[in-house]
Nanobody, 117 residues
Framework: QVQLVESGGGLVQAGASLRLSCAAS????????MGWYRQAPGKQRELVAT???????NYPDSVKGRFTISRDNAKNTMYLQMNSLKPEDTAVYYC???????????WGEGTLVTVSS
């Protein structure tokens, strides 16, 4: 069982930065890839960023160049640095991980990010 707990959300103005954290129970070397997804009100959950065990990253065009995903295996924590935030980035951000041994995926409960214009 892998438990994921997000933190770092909040209310910021457009142009500001936030860093989200996802703390995992146990070693995050047991999960790959890990990633961040978001879900805005009335919209489907969408991919924000993924990172592999070897730190290969992937971003959609909507956040590329503004968001950076990283992982600290020693701290069993994944991060999402979000810069130049826009109102359209407002959403609940979820941490996701895939357990390597069997492909089972896990989700955190989410952290709300609100960007005001």
């Amino acid at each position: 069982q892998v438990q994921l707990v997000e933190s770092g959300g909040g209310l910021v103005q457009a142009g500001a930065s936030l860093r989200l954290s996802c703390a995992a129970s146990g070693s995050i070397c047991s999960v790959s890839p890990m990633g961040w997804y978001r879900q805005a009100p009335g919209k489907q959950r969408e991919l924000v960023a993924t990172i592999s065990l070897r730190d290969a990253t992937n971003y959609p065009d909507s956040v590329k160049g503004r968001f950076t995903i990283s992982r600290d295996n020693a701290k069993n924590t994944m991060y999402l640095q979000m810069n130049s935030l826009k109102p359209e980035d407002t959403a609940v951000y979820y941490c996701h991980a895939v357990r390597r041994v069997d492909g089972m995926d896990y989700w955190g409960e989410g952290t709300l990010v609100t960007v005001s214009s």
